[in-house]
Each structure stands twice: as C-alpha cells, then as structure tokens.
Nanobody
Framework: QVQLVESGGGLVQAGGSLRLSCAAS????????MGWFRQAPGKEREFVAA????????TIAASVKGRFTISRDNAKNTVFLQMNSLKPEDTALYYC?????????????????WGQGTQVTVSS
C-alpha cells in the first residue's frame, strides 16, 4: 500500500501561481510512476501531468502545457506540480496518484493509489 497526501492548494487570482505537493509513504516511492489529475464539479476526472519513476520522463496535458510542470524528489518521497499563469478554468480538486509502472500513463484507471485531493480555486 502507498499512502498519498496532497497539500498546497488554495485560492489564487487569475495569473497567479501555486505549487502542489504530494507526500508518499508506505512503500518504495522510486518504484512508482506518479500522476496528477483534477476534477471540477460536474465534470469527469481529467489527466493533468505525470512523471516516470526515475523522474526522467514527463507527460503534460495539452490544456496546461507551458504553464504547469511536474517534478519529483525521490529522496523526499514527494512529487510536485508547479502551476503558473493560472486560469479560472483550472479550478478543481487536484489529486495525486501512483501506479506500479516505470513509465506513466494518462489513464486514471491504470493508477493504483490515490490521495484525498487538494482544492485549487482561481478567481477571475
């Protein structure tokens, strides 16, 4: 089992920045590819970004490319999502997830462990 705890969400004005963190415990963090997803009210869960177990490979959704960056620190068992130039449409509950793969996928159903989420609200 892997336990995931997100933090760093909050209320920010459009154009602002936030940095989300996801702390993992319970198993060898460097064995897992990690992903960030988000879900807005009334919408399906949406892929945002993912990073390979080693951290050498990343994939980013087109809707956030150029604004969001994913990274990880395997020594600290933590994955990050740096969000810049935030827009009101980025408002959602952001989830961290882990999968037992080296190279990540964008399919939420292929992730094995999930955090509880952290709320991001962007005002216009």
């Amino acid at each position: 089992q892997v336990q995931l705890v997100e933090s760093g969400g909050g209320l920010v004005q459009a154009g602002g920045s936030l940095r989300l963190s996801c702390a993992a415990s319970g198993h060898t963090f460097s064995n897992y590819a990690m992903g960030w997803f988000r879900q807005a009210p009334g919408k399906e869960r949406e892929f945002v970004a993912a990073i390979s177990a080693s951290g050498r490979f990343t994939t980013i959704a087109a809707s956030v490319k150029g604004r969001f960056t994913i990274s990880r620190d395997n020594a600290k068992n933590t994955v990050f999502l740096q969000m810049n130039s935030l827009k009101p449409e980025d408002t959602a509950l952001y989830y961290c997830a882990a999968q037992t793969r080296q190279v990540p996928t964008q399919n939420a159903y292929q992730y094995d462990f999930w955090g509880q989420g952290t709320q991001v609200t962007v005002s216009s």
